[in-house]
């Protein structure tokens, strides 16, 4: 009897297959890269494939001693320069400018810096779901999945377009729009403090205020976003037809 579990259970054992995973990664800048790469590292540590799709004017560095991470470069129009010209006027408004300014002012500046950032955005959306040559490449890749930080568009478009599931994986969003619009999570202004607001869950009742018209001016400049994302959606969709 004994002898009987101990061959079934050989058998059991050498008949079992590991499989590990391919996984396609939508490009990342700054401290949304920094967010993705702890699960890079782990899946890679569990001896997953990894691809990292990594624009030709990026300059993050993304190293890994393990085999098994791959880089795919993608092309794109704008050069290293101009992309850190743009990060380095949003960062520089939001960091050094904008606690001086009246809320309208915030608003409209931010407004302008997004177009920016959208702009650049567009072009790697285009660089890789517009190249041909590069889509059949990732076809036969035959990936698992695609893992996208939400911020960064065009994730769950490539996923369509290669029949694969898609993952998000989200720090936080500036307002906690996508966290309230998207994940329905709740959040009483008048309780919870707006993401990047940088205020406590003590407030007073001008603090109170303050929180209100900053998610509500996050909410009107995420929106007006979103519906330029929606007319780029709508033509790639048509084009994947």
């Given at each position: 009897m004994l002898e009987d579990v101990l061959w079934s259970s050989l058998?059991?054992?050498?008949?079992?297959?590991?499989?590990?995973?391919?996984?396609?990664?939508?490009?990342?800048?700054?401290?949304?890269?920094?967010?993705?790469k702890p699960i890079v590292q782990e899946l890679l540590s569990r001896g997953h494939n990894v691809t990292m799709l990594v624009p030709t004017a990026s300059q993050q560095?993304?190293?890994?001693?393990?085999?098994?991470?791959h880089l795919e470069m993608v092309e794109v129009k704008f050069t290293a320069e101009e992309l850190h010209a743009v990060w380095e006027r949003y960062l520089h408004f939001w960091i050094y400018e904008r606690h001086e300014v009246s809320m309208w002012r915030m608003y409209s500046r931010l407004r302008a810096l997004s177009r920016n950032v959208t702009y650049i955005h567009e072009q790697i959306c285009d660089g890789i779901l517009r190249s041909k040559r590069l889509l059949e490449?990732?076809?036969?890749?035959?990936?698992?999945?695609?893992?996208?930080?939400?911020?960064?568009?065009?994730?769950?478009?490539?996923?369509e377009k290669l029949h694969v599931p898609f993952v998000f994986t989200l720090r936080f969003s500036p307002g906690s729009v996508f966290e309230r619009l998207c994940g329905k999570l709740p959040?009483?202004?008048?309780?919870?403090?707006?993401?990047?607001?940088?205020?406590?869950a003590q407030m007073c009742f001008l603090e109170r205020v303050q929180n209100v018209l900053s998610y509500l001016v996050h909410d009107l400049l995420q929106l007006l976003v979103w519906k330029q994302w929606d007319n780029f959606y709508s033509n790639i969709l048509g084009e994947f037809q």
């Open positions: 058998t059991l054992l050498l008949s079992c297959s590991f499989h590990c995973g391919n996984v396609l990664v939508w490009p990342a800048e700054n401290s949304h890269l920094m967010s993705l560095q993304v190293t890994s001693q393990s085999s098994n991470l490449k990732l076809g036969l890749a035959s990936y698992d999945i695609v893992l996208s930080d939400p911020v960064l568009p065009c994730g769950d478009l490539l996923a959040t009483p202004a008048s309780f919870v403090p707006a993401a990047t607001s940088e205020l406590k």
